[in-house]
């Protein structure tokens, strides 16, 4: 794939295609392009990538924002880069790469609203995961290797087709905050009274049969959020 064209305004990028830099095979950058027909020829390109407009993702940058246009090079990433926090938006029709999920170093995640109906059993490589977001995806359940992730404080999975807790959780000892509203769930597991650290329980449009559990929770001094 040739990235050919880009157009920037205001010393920062606006619009990129395909892929990030450097890509040799660029011809042609549009300065303002919307004001202007100012073009930026290959002979500027070395004077541009001095100033590191051209880098779309800076070596040094731990907090990573990855948008539609850029799905594509999510493996490269993951691979190669030392992230504090990945933050994807994808398209509809778009398919989010499973190496999303193999990150050792990765602290937080969000993958909301990105079409997911499988989480990958390669989630267990992410032992340093502390804060989860997958609300609003088709998550139906999660696997097994879940419960390798004996870090993580913060997980969301609101707005999922989730009929029941998943049981890998239950092993979540540093799980401090659960968000599970506006799925299937009717009832809860006791289990949830044996989470040390548990201090928030997000289940607001769920319609819980088990009434004592809940009363048992907020005696511990679980905020539940109805």
Known sequence: TYFINLDIE?????????????????????RN??????????????TIQQKQLLTFFPVNERNISIGPDFIDVIPDIIATRDCNSISVNIGQ???????????CTLKELNVSQCN???????????????????????????PQSFAKLS???VLNLSQNPL???PDSIQQRK??????????????????????????????????????VLLN???????DVRI
């Open 116 to 142: 997911i109906t499988v989480v990958p059993k390669s989630i267990d490589k992410m032992v340093s995961i502390e804060k989860l977001l997958m609300w609003n995806n088709n998550i139906y359940d999660l």
């Open 174 to 211: 540093n799980l401090e905050r659960l968000f599970l509203s506006h799925t299937n769930i009717t009832t809860l597991p006791d289990w949830l009274l044996s989470l040390p650290k548990l201090s928030q329980l997000d289940i607001k449009g769920l319609n819980i049969s088990n009434a």
């Open 10 to 30: 205001e010393d920062e990028v606006r619009r990129m295609y395909n892929r990030s830099f450097p890509r040799p095979e660029l011809q042609r950058v549009s």
């Open 163 to 165: 009929s029941i807790v």
């Open 33 to 46: 392009p919307n004001r202007s027909n100012d073009k930026i020829t290959t002979n500027n390109l070395e």
């Open 93 to 103: 029709d778009d398919i989010l790469p499973a190496e999303i999920f193999n990150s």
């Open 151 to 153: 870090s993580l404080k």
């Open 216 to 222: 048992l929770l907020t005696s511990k001094g679980v």
